[in-house]
């Protein structure tokens, strides 16, 4: 039977359990040899003291979704439930639901260094000794200072406090409605355990903590980087974004995108989903009354109904890389500054894919580890600093599994063939046009008696990436009909296969060449749109094989400070090695196929947004996280992941695509209105002419006159000879 909240528990019935007194300087899961306590020992140890505990995400202080769905409030001290819970998930970490358990804890993470700091802290505040548990946390994550974390435990729950500030301590008092980590549970940020520092009895809660009430500071939106109190700083943003008029979905969307963005490290979405519901249970504030001084005008009451909402900017799934390689990448780097992780993990995704080439790769056509990767953001937000961490990353000798001081991974001059024959890593190239493509790997002819180098020979082929901060310069060269249009048409080629053929011209015959080319570049939005509105990309299927991430905010802090990548390397490093000898060929499980199937045929894209090869980007993905589970196969789990990866893609062709009247086809249609409107009647021939239309292209020029007929603009008279005349019938208002 439950206890009723609020209840008090004698101090005999809270008398501290044995196995959780043992826990001091270890946890379950770092046990010296032959200590048998497991986590599961802790909660049962915790529901025999009448407490009431449920499972969270190990190493994390989030609530086991598929356990208890409702988070604490489906914690139980009910011993079958409890063993259920952990046969399922033995390394859950361990909760304790304070207010169903009749504790009020004050948790004070700041004011002490050292468990010396946090005695003379309690004495100094008048806080009663009793059971306390020093928390994981170890360091402040803002500015890297010593922190020594305490939880005083006493009897008889009271009100939740958000916020307060007691003898030199801040935290907060957690009791009705919330909930704190058992002993031997593992600390998300520092990776170590709870630990009893104060064993005993639980004294009865005392006046000075019953007395404290949350202290309510300003929250400066400054839009700096949230590294402390993440939950409250998200609800206040939540708070005022509802008050300024956000609907309940608007305001989920932009707080998991702020969260996604500023919260260093993110919450659970599942949290933030929270925060937002909770948020928006309150009604928007009806708008102040206006004065009118004088007569009043006559109003139109039509134009009253509010404007529609903007379309919140699509929430990258970061979630997806959780406790992979990529996602440690992208925390590592963007801890302390503004640029978002998704920037750093899709640029590691693909300089991964360039490196392993055929190494990693799945029986599915067209499914294989690269990417052509655009990150599109305003000047100075990180497209350069994301490609500038991820060079570091791999422009240096490390350990691999047989040999010391390997040669790094990526390099910028051909006459560096360390794994040019071994079967893995990438040249650095940005290619002008497609003959310039060819040439870059085209081995220079041998000199008289010179004998070629084993090692400088591509095994199986050249492996090529383009790496750009600006690669403005290259979506450009495709309005260069004689090198440009030959270029897109390599890479459309190069995206779903291995070879490709530059198309003939006047000066040059048709040329091929075989290579695996992976892009990684940036753009600002204006030059996106300048971009894609001058080219035929969107209709040639170019867009449709970008792996597209986005982000809009600004601001910039005054030291970067370049991540410790030796640990990340030495684990991951010899793992990318390991492909040199051995290949990974991942096909699909039949769950998976049918998912991929189910998902695509039923997924939706705004009118004119192509869905084309979605489905591709996501089996590729899925690729990556199977690959980086040691899966033997693409599960389920790996495939759910690839599809909302490839959600967030389909969403990013709406939110960047080219605004109507911006594309060449609109600009065509404006063009010809023009000249017809002065001429009324011009053959087909003269209008080209008038128009330009050799600049604009001859497609996207036909397209247009095509479209100006449908709509009943104008019409196309066909003489006996074959003469083709236009003619006016309307003007366009």
Same mark, same amino acid.
């Given at each position: ?31 010296p ?38 988070g ?76 020594y ?6 009897s ?36 170590? @355990?709870?630990? =009893? ?5 639980? /004294? $009865?809660? +005392?006046?000075? %903590?019953?007395?404290?009430?949350? #202290? ?28 300024a ?29 929270r925060? @937002?519901?909770? =948020? ?5 504030? /009806? $708008?102040? +009354?206006?004065? %009118?001084?004088?007569?009043?005008? #006559? ?70 580890a ?115 249009a ?38 600002t ?9 001058k ?20 601001g ?68 990556h996280?199977?690959?980086?589970k ?86 196309i ?17």
């Amino acid at each position: 039977m439950a206890r009723p909240l609020g209840a008090t528990h004698t101090r005999e019935e809270l008398a501290i359990p044995t196995g959780l007194m043992g826990l001091r300087g270890r946890s379950a899961g770092h046990l010296p040899p032959g200590d048998k306590m497991t986590l599961l020992d802790v909660a049962l140890d915790c529901i025999r003291r009448g407490w009431y505990v449920f499972p969270c995400i190990p190493h994390s202080k989030q609530p086991l979704g598929a356990l208890v769905p409702h988070g604490w409030q489906d914690a139980s001290s009910d011993e079958a439930t409890v063993r259920r819970w952990w046969a399922a998930k033995p390394d859950a970490n361990v909760a304790i639901a304070c207010g169903p358990s009749g504790l009020s804890v004050v948790d004070c993470d700041h004011g002490s260094a050292t468990e010396a700091d946090a005695r003379a802290w309690m004495e100094r505040a008048g806080l009663p000794k009793t059971y306390t548990v020093h928390t994981g946390r170890r360091v402040n994550p803002k500015d890297g200072t010593l922190e020594y974390g305490v939880q005083l435990y006493y009897s008889e729950s009271m009100p939740s406090v958000g916020e307060f500030s007691l003898g030199g301590g801040t935290g907060q008092i957690k009791s009705l409605g919330g909930y704190v980590m058992a002993a031997g549970s593992i600390h998300p940020d520092s990776g170590e @355990a709870y630990e =009893v520092m104060i064993g005993g009895h639980i /004294a $009865p809660l +005392p006046d000075v %903590v019953r007395s404290l009430k949350t #202290e309510r500071k300003p929250v400066e939106d400054d839009g700096q980087p949230i590294t402390e109190n993440r939950n409250i700083r998200l609800t206040s943003i939540a708070g005022k974004l509802r008050n300024a008029g956000l609907s309940a979905e608007l305001l989920e969307t932009t707080l998991l995108q702020i969260n996604e963005e500023r919260c260093d490290p993110p919450l659970e979405e599942e949290e933030v989903q929270r925060i @937002a519901a909770s =948020v928006s249970r309150y009604a928007i504030p /009806a $708008p102040e +009354p206006m004065a %009118v001084i004088g007569k009043s005008a #006559e109003v139109d009451t039509s134009k009253d109904a509010p404007p529609p909402e903007k379309q919140a900017r699509p929430v990258y799934p970061i979630d997806v890389w959780k406790d992979t390689a990529y996602g440690e990448f992208g925390s590592l780097c963007s801890k302390g500054n503004l640029v978002p992780p998704k920037f750093f993990i899709e640029s590691f995704r693909t300089v991964i894919g360039a490196i392993v080439g055929d190494r990693l790769r799945s029986d599915i056509h067209g499914v294989h580890a690269r990417a052509f990767t655009i990150r599109i953001a305003p000047q100075g937000t990180g497209k350069g600093t994301s490609d500038d961490f991820t060079r570091s990353f791999f422009l240096q000798e490390w350990d691999g599994l047989v040999r010391s001081g390997e040669a790094s991974l990526i390099w910028s001059k051909s006459s560096e063939h360390h794994w040019k024959s071994r079967g893995l890593g990438a040249w650095l190239v940005t290619p002008a046009s497609a003959p310039g493509l060819l040439k870059a790997i085209t081995p220079k002819p041998l000199k008289k008696n010179e004998t070629p180098n084993p090692l400088d020979e591509w095994r199986p082929m050249p492996r090529v990436m383009t790496m750009a901060e600006e690669v403005r310069q290259v979506f450009a060269n495709f309005q260069n009909e004689s090198t440009g249009a030959g270029l897109e048409s390599v890479l459309c080629e190069l995206y779903d296969r291995d070879s490709f053929t530059a198309t003939a011209t006047k000066d040059r015959a048709p040329e091929s060449g075989e290579l695996m080319y992976s892009l990684l570049g940036g753009i600002t939005p204006e030059g996106w749109v300048g971009v894609f509105s001058k080219t035929g990309s969107t209709e040639s299927g170019f867009l449709s094989r970008l792996n597209i991430v986005g982000t809009e905010r600004t601001g910039t802090v005054p030291t970067l400070i370049k991540p410790d990548f030796t640990s990340l390397r030495r684990r991951f490093l010899p793992m990318v090695a390991a492909l040199e000898h051995k290949e990974v060929v991942l096909n699909p499980s039949e769950e998976a196929i049918a998912r991929m199937g189910e998902w695509f045929n039923s997924f939706r894209l705004a009118d004119g947004v192509p869905k084309a090869r979605l489905n591709i980007h996501a089996w590729r993905t899925a690729l990556h996280l199977a690959w980086l589970k040691g899966h033997s196969r693409i599960e389920l789990e790996d495939t759910e992941g690839g599809i909302r990866c490839a959600e967030y893609l389909g969403k990013m062709r709406e939110w960047y695509a080219p605004p109507e009247g911006e594309t060449r086809a609109a600009r065509a249609e404006a063009a010809i209105r023009k000249v017809m409107r002065s001429r009324v009647r011009v053959t087909v021939r003269e209008l080209k002419a008038a128009t330009n239309s050799k600049k604009i292209s001859v497609s996207d020029w036909d397209k247009a006159l095509a479209s100006l007929v449908k709509a009943g603009e104008m019409r196309i008279d066909v003489s006996k000879t074959g003469k083709k005349t236009v003619i006016l019938l309307k003007q366009e208002d």
